[in-house]
């Protein structure tokens, strides 16, 4: 029966002739079978080996079939087991089913029913995959979406669609939080290396000496402590995407042995004498300023303009207020989806906080802020509701130049967003006494209030 793809089963019985037996008939059809003559013993194989299906018997001495599919099932509650018994009771075939077993047979066993009942285990085991797999597909995807209509948002996504199509290095630069994670991900989704592996590495977060055997691997017994082979980013990422994430933290001598990579097309492992040759597209970030680092001797050149074929630079959150309420909103979503809230919003008080803060965090602060109020808010969330500390902070910003605002749409929307930021900020300054604001302003109280109306501004707390 060649349509039944082979699996590895364990079968768990203490009578011989059982385990000799089901061995004959599994191994007939292609299985890989192990197995064991007590629960004590299958549980000990299960530690160290991954099965497709266990079929086992109820009544063993030392541990029982019940207790030993209770212990399976809490370790992995996907893994289908079949239970077996000669002297079966209705109550262990209900208990059995209670657990959570895949089905419950009895002995004796006909040939036939076995085949058929692991066969759809495994099927079932291969449908519970593709739906893990599915879901980590549709996960990832609603997370790399770049999201925003700013135009230098959709200019970036333009840059990221055309440089996607070749194999052109790209190095992105931008503030921490912006979302060069997101952007090196979406240069690798949208090439035709899309279906191949998408490897990153934390420059900054490896050892020093451990990034060249992190980077290219190492034979066995290169140094101490090198137990087996192990292949490198670099060759994990073969025919994908490497992408050396804050590699403005890599270490001078790193930097010599990656240039060599990007110059020649092949390594060797640490340890190792035959070059392997690779086939991987570096892509590369860092929020520092690397033609700086280069004048002052803290990185290579020539591994800069290696690496800085394409530059994408992914802009600050402050240079485009007007894609906030669409972030807001997605990661609101996000959140509430996450948690099982019921759907929550903010209100427009909140909105225009968000979208006169200068956010040095960025997305990931905007982030983190909207999780934090969606979660100790109800289901309207208020100016009540934001950080004492974020308060502070806003008012506290000078309005400068408020030459970011030029992302919002009109000139309306650019003047009310500037009046508010400096509104609030005297307000602030002043301890929200209206008159004394109104004064240093050059307005009448009472225009004030009517200003303060219709920009939704009111004292927080
Ligand atoms: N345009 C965007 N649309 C949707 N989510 C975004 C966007 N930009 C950033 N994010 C989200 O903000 C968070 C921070 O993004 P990311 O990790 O890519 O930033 P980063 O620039 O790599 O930061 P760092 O320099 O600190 O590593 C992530 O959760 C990311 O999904
Ligand atoms: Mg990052």
């Known amino acids: 029966m060649s349509e039944v793809s082979a699996g590895t089963i364990l079968v768990v019985d203490d009578e011989k002739n059982i385990r000799r037996t089901l061995a004959l008939v599994l191994e007939g059809e292609g299985f890989e079978v192990l197995d064991a003559a007590s629960a004590e013993d299958g549980l000990a194989i299960l530690a160290r080996r991954r099965v497709d299906a266990v079929v086992m018997d109820v009544c063993m001495p030392g541990m029982d079939g019940l207790s030993a599919l209770r212990a399976i099932l809490q370790d992995d509650a996907d893994l289908p087991v079949v239970m077996i018994s000669g002297h079966a009771s209705i109550q262990d075939a209900v208990e059995a089913t209670r657990l959570g077993a895949f089905d419950f047979l009895e002995k004796p066993l006909g040939r036939e029913r076995v085949l058929v009942t692991l066969r759809n285990c495994l099927q079932r085991g291969r449908d519970a995959e593709e739906l893990r797999a599915l879901r980590a597909q549709s996960r990832t995807r609603s997370r ?37 994670e997101l952007v090196a991900r979406e240069v690798h989704e949208r090439s035709d290396r899309a279906r191949k592996p998408f490897i990153k590495v934390n420059c900054a977060a490896i050892p020093h000496d451990l990034i060249e055997s992190t980077l290219f691997g190492h034979e066995k017994g290169a140094f101490t402590g090198a137990a087996g082979r192990r292949r490198g980013h670099f060759e994990l990422a073969d025919g994908g995407t490497l992408f050396l994430d804050e590699i403005g933290d890599m270490s001078l001598s790193a930097q ?86 019921r759907p929550k919003a903010v209100t427009e008080g909140v909105l225009r906080r968000l979208q006169a803060h200068d956010w040095p965090g960025n997305v990931r602060e905007l982030r983190n802020i909207v999780e934090r109020m969606a979660i100790l808010s109800d289901d309207v969330i208020g100016e009540d509701d934001l950080p004492a500390d974020f308060v502070r902070r806003t008012s506290e910003a000078v309005a400068g130049p408020a030459g970011e605002l030029f992302e919002l749409g009109s000139l309306k929307d650019y003047r009310d967003a500037a009046e508010r930021q400096m509104i609030e900020a005297r307000l602030a300054a002043c301890d929200w006494n209206v008159s004394r604001t109104a004064d240093t302003l050059g307005l009448e109280r009472t225009n004030l209030h009517k200003k303060m109306r219709s920009l939704g501004i009111s004292k927080p707390g």
């Open 144 to 180: 790399t979406g770049l999201l925003g209509d700013a135009p230098i948002i959709e200019k970036l996504r333009v840059q990221i669609d055309r440089v996607a199509r070749t194999k052109a290095r790209v190095l992105i630069t931008g503030e921490s939080g912006t979302g060069k």
């Open 256 to 341: 010599a042995k990656v240039l060599r990579v990007l110059q020649s097309g092949e390594l060797t492992r640490v340890g190792g004498e035959q070059p392997i040759e690779v086939d991987v597209r570096v892509v590369a970030a860092t929020n520092k300023d690397l033609e700086q680092d280069c004048r002052e001797g803290r990185f290579r050149e020539d591994l800069y303009f290696r690496l800085n074929v394409v530059p994408l630079v992914s802009p600050p959150l402050r240079q485009r207020p007007g894609d906030i309420a669409q972030l807001v909103e997605h990661f609101l979503e996000q959140v509430c989806r996450e948690n099982e809230f």
